[in-house]
C-alpha cells in the first residue's frame, strides 16, 4: 500500500509541474499608412457622393412641397383633392395588376400541363 500511495504522490507532483505548451502568436501584418488611402480617393468619388446627397435632398424638398399640395387641396376642395389622389394612385394599381397577372400565370400553368399530361396519358389508355 506504501508503494501505491508513493507511485500517486509521484504522478501528482508530475501533473502539478506539467505546464502548458507555449503558444506563439502570429504578428498582425503592418498596416498601411494612411497616405495610401487618401491618394486612393478621386474626383469620381467625391462627385458620385455629392450627386447623392443632392438626390436626397431634393426629393425630401419635393416630397415636402407634394405634401403641402395636398393638404392644401384636401381643405379648400375635397372633390379635387380625390381627383389628384386617384391620379397618384394610378400607378400603383398598375403595379398590383400586373403582380397578380403574374402570380396568376405562375399558379395556373403548372396545373394546366398537369391536365394535359394526365388527358394525354387518359387518351393513350382508352387506345389499348
Request: proline share 6%; charged share 25%; with cysteine.
Amino acid at each position: 500500500m506504501k508503494k501505491l500511495l508513493l507511485l500517486l504522490l509521484v504522478a501528482l507532483v508530475f501533473c502539478c509541474e506539467a505546464r502548458p505548451h507555449r503558444r506563439i502568436t502570429p504578428k498582425s501584418p503592418p498596416r498601411k499608412p494612411i497616405k495610401e488611402y487618401v491618394q486612393k480617393v478621386n474626383w469620381k468619388h467625391i462627385a458620385a457622393g455629392g450627386a447623392a446627397a443632392g438626390t436626397v435632398v431634393a426629393a425630401y424638398k419635393i416630397s415636402d412641397g407634394v405634401q403641402e399640395g395636398m393638404e392644401r387641396a384636401a381643405k379648400e376642395d375635397p372633390e379635387t383633392f380625390l381627383d389628384n389622389f386617384s391620379s397618384f394612385l394610378s400607378p400603383v394599381k398598375f403595379l398590383f395588376y400586373g403582380l397578380a397577372a403574374i402570380l396568376l400565370a405562375w399558379v395556373s400553368i403548372p396545373i394546366i400541363k398537369k391536365y394535359k399530361r394526365k388527358d394525354k396519358n387518359e387518351s393513350h389508355d382508352q387506345q389499348k
